[in-house]
């Protein structure tokens, strides 16, 4: 079974629209395919409807930002139904907030100089209501003032530096409860990613679990060989079931192609028993 739960379209960040994305998975051998926008699941129908044509198989996502101890952490939700109430507003609620933290981010550019980040990201963003600080890296990039959205991101993007503004995203327990509210599997997306102490890693996935969350991304485009099997342990000894996920984003930002990410370790449970 070659799965892939995670990725992205031009609603949130990614390059494709939600059609080439089904496209082009199918084209690179995937079996079954979530689509995972930012906070955002308008593009799950175009999706879905591309996925049945081709026959692919297909799970509907999300990707939900959330604040935990001075960090952004990302939870996934698979197998939700886009269209529930609560998490409809719950999500209608935090691309609320990205407006807001936006103008900010575009007023601290403007801070070091750079005039015009705001609507300069916009041009980059496929949805208004979904602007990322990928959409102000890709505008500082066409500008010529980096070479790439990395080294926008390490140089101005990421906290301590003049493009970072705090935000308060959603509570973890609010996104785990409007994925299961909407009937879902909860994921912790890329574990490896998040800078926090290895106690505060420990309390993340606690109240992950306590939550009602079940799953954690094992393999993702964003570990490393070693990072995944730190969290496979940790899926062991926590008895979560495990995910397989490229986090693509687009040809040239993406380390990882859709379906072309390593497998799970073969004792864990794939998540996507719970989805067939
Ligand atoms: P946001 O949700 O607006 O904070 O943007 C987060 C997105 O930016 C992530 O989902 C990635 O697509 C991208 N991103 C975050 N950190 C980096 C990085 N260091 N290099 C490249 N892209 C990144
Ligand atoms: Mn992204
Ligand atoms: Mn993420
Ligand atoms: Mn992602």
Same mark, same amino acid.
């Given at each position: 079974?070659?799965?892939?739960?995670?990725?992205?379209?031009?609603?949130?960040?990614?390059?494709?629209?939600?059609?080439?994305?089904?496209?082009?998975?199918?084209?690179?051998?995937?079996?079954?395919?979530?689509?995972?926008?930012?906070?955002?699941?308008?593009?799950?129908?175009?999706?879905?409807? %591309?996925? =049945?044509?081709? #026959?692919?198989?297909?799970? @509907? *996502?999300?990707?939900?930002? $959330? !604040?935990? /101890?001075?960090?952004?952490?990302?939870?996934?939700?698979?197998?939700?139904?886009?269209?529930?109430?609560?998490?409809?507003?719950?999500?209608?609620?935090?691309?609320?907030?990205?407006?807001?933290?936006?103008?900010?981010?575009?007023?601290?550019?403007?801070?070091?100089?750079? %005039?015009? =980040?705001?609507? #300069?990201?916009?041009?980059? @963003? *496929?949805?208004?209501?979904? $602007? !990322?600080? /990928?959409?102000?890296?890709?505008?500082?990039?066409?500008?010529?003032?980096?070479?790439?959205?990395?080294?926008?991101?390490?140089?101005?993007?990421?906290?301590?530096?003049?493009?970072?503004?705090?935000?308060?995203?959603?509570?973890?327990?609010?996104?785990?409860?409007?994925?299961?509210? =909407?009937?879902?599997?909860?994921?912790?997306?890329?574990?490896?990613?998040?800078? $926090? !102490?290895? /106690?505060?890693?420990?309390?993340?996935?606690?109240?992950?679990?306590?939550?009602?969350?079940?799953?954690?991304?094992?393999?993702?485009?964003?570990?490393?060989?070693?990072?995944?099997?730190?969290?496979?342990?940790?899926?062991?000894?926590?008895?979560?079931?495990?995910?397989?996920?490229?986090?693509?984003?687009?040809?040239?930002?993406?380390?990882?192609?859709?379906?072309?990410?390593?497998?799970?370790?073969?004792?864990?449970?794939?998540?996507?028993?719970?989805?067939?």
């Amino acid at each position: 079974m070659n799965a892939d739960l995670h990725c992205h379209s031009t609603f949130s960040d990614g390059l494709l629209s939600p059609a080439e994305v089904v496209c082009r998975a199918h084209a690179n051998g995937v079996d079954l395919l979530a689509l995972t926008d930012h906070d955002e699941v308008g593009g799950i129908d175009e999706a879905q409807a %591309a996925a =049945a044509e081709l #026959g692919l198989g297909f799970v @509907a *996502g999300v990707e939900i930002s $959330v !604040s935990f /101890a001075d960090e952004t952490v990302h939870i996934v939700g698979l197998g939700i139904d886009h269209r529930h109430p609560e998490l409809v507003a719950g999500l209608r609620r935090v691309r609320a907030g990205r407006d807001a933290r936006a103008a900010r981010i575009g007023e601290a550019l403007a801070g070091v100089g750079i %005039a015009g =980040a705001l609507e #300069g990201a916009r041009r980059f @963003a *496929g949805n208004p209501a979904l $602007v !990322s600080r /990928a959409h102000f890296a890709r505008f500082l990039v066409s500008r010529g003032l980096m070479p790439d959205v990395k080294t926008v991101f390490d140089h101005y993007l990421v906290r301590g530096k003049p493009g970072f503004v705090e935000h308060e995203w959603a509570r973890l327990e609010e996104a785990v409860g409007w994925i299961r509210a =909407a009937g879902g599997i909860a994921v912790l997306a890329h574990p490896a990613r998040y800078r $926090v !102490s290895a /106690a505060d890693m420990a309390r993340l996935f606690d109240r992950f679990q306590a939550a009602g969350g079940e799953a954690v991304e094992v393999v993702s485009g964003a570990h490393t060989a070693e990072e995944a099997a730190r969290f496979a342990g940790e899926a062991r000894r926590r008895g979560l079931l495990a995910s397989r996920a490229s986090d693509f984003h687009g040809e040239k930002e993406s380390a990882v192609d859709l379906g072309r990410c390593n497998r799970l370790p073969p004792d864990l449970t794939p998540v996507w028993s719970r989805l067939l």
